[in-house]
């Protein structure tokens, strides 16, 4: 566990606010409602307990977990402290590269724009605290939000990517993925494609062949999940250069996948398409990208230099300009050079 600790690691798949650690969020409720609030405490508590019992609604249940951290985040105040909380946890982590997502919301608090403002605000900010950590930002259109939402935000997203160019990098489109159709937020992602943002959307989170192809043929650049992909489709990846993101704890909490090792991040490797490991949510799934890497490690018996290959894939499929690659890629290099044994 101390190799994939002390690894520099590259995080391409987080949610803003699934990510915040428990520890955290602890931290981020008192300092917005102070010692007494002994209600907030029990609310932690449900926030990362999964019942044992599977059922057919598991993924919707993990749904509902988010809106509670949506709450704590729907002031500005709560908003920037969990961004830098965030950030904060990642770098302890030795993550020296993290792109963070997130559907901007609008409330009595904030507008879709100020909640963006927020948020790079705490970024810049953060540069002066973890230096070390270079973070971007995805800004995600929710599926379950409508069309017009989705308008606004890749607007917001255009907007915000002329106004911070070396932080936001692109757009992705999640969400609970029975809800909504893909065809509808074509016109948008395709107006966000035009104005080159990248592009990583979730795709065959759930069963739907027919929509993955969809996706597929729209073209982008990496994957979410990619759970029910089929091989002649991973193949297709292959073919336009998609490299899918591999989120084993959140797949296995969720339910969309039964166990680790029955998880596609194998096929995805044996069939040598390629893939990253990320977390998705880490604070929801109490893991780290560390954890992470050493469950990928353990379960599908990968060698160091196939831990390598997986960290070399994540710096071709970064959302970041050539100048920070190469700094990326001789730091990371040079940390498998020193640990060979
Ligand atoms: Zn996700």
Do not use: W
């Not at 395709?190 to 073209?219: G, P, S, T, V």
């Not at 990320?278 to 890497?293: N, W, Y």
């Not at 050493?294 to 959302?319: E, G, P």
Request: hydrophobic letters at 35%; charged letters at 30%; aromatic letters at 8%.
């Amino acid at each position: 566990m101390d190799f994939f600790e002390n690894m520099p690691k590259i995080e391409l798949h987080a949610h803003l606010n699934g990510s915040l650690k428990m520890d955290s969020i602890r931290e981020l409720g008192l300092q917005l409602y102070g010692e007494n609030s002994s209600d907030f405490l029990k609310r932690i508590q449900e926030f990362t307990t999964f019942p044992e019992d599977m059922d057919a609604d598991k993924l919707s249940k993990c749904f509902q977990k988010f809106a509670f951290m949506h709450e704590l985040t729907s002031s500005r105040k709560g908003l920037q402290l969990a961004t830098q909380m965030v950030i904060r946890d990642f770098a302890r982590d030795n993550v020296i590269y993290l792109e963070l997502r997130t559907t901007p919301k609008n409330n009595e608090h904030m507008t879709r724009r100020e909640y963006l403002e927020t948020i790079l605000e705490a970024i810049q900010a953060s540069r002066e605290s973890y230096g070390e950590i270079i973070v971007k930002l995805l800004i995600s259109i929710d599926r379950s939000q409508g069309v017009d939402a989705a308008e606004e935000i890749v607007n917001l997203a255009i907007e915000m990517k002329s106004q911070y160019p070396t932080i936001v990098r692109g757009m992705d489109l999640s969400g609970n993925p029975a809800k909504g159709h893909f065809k509808d937020f074509l016109p948008s992602l395709e107006k966000a494609k035009k104005a080159d943002l990248h592009l990583a959307l979730h795709c065959a989170e759930i069963d739907n062949e027919e929509e993955a192809q969809e996706m597929l043929d729209f073209q982008f650049d990496r994957c979410g999940h990619g759970t029910y992909l089929t091989l002649k489709q991973m193949e297709q990846c292959k073919e336009q250069n998609i490299t899918i993101e591999c989120c084993l704890t959140s797949n296995v909490k969720c339910g969309t996948v039964k166990d680790y090792d029955m998880h596609h991040f194998k096929r995805l490797h044996d069939n040598g398409i390629r893939s990253v490991i990320c977390t998705d949510d880490c604070g929801v799934f109490d893991s780290t990208l560390s954890q992470e890497f050493a469950i990928a490690s353990t379960v599908f018996s990968l060698k160091k230099n196939n831990i390598h290959d997986l960290c070399k894939n994540a710096i071709a499929a970064a959302f970041c300009d050539d100048v920070e690659k190469t700094d990326l890629r001789q730091r990371i290099d040079k940390y498998f050079a020193d640990n060979t044994e």
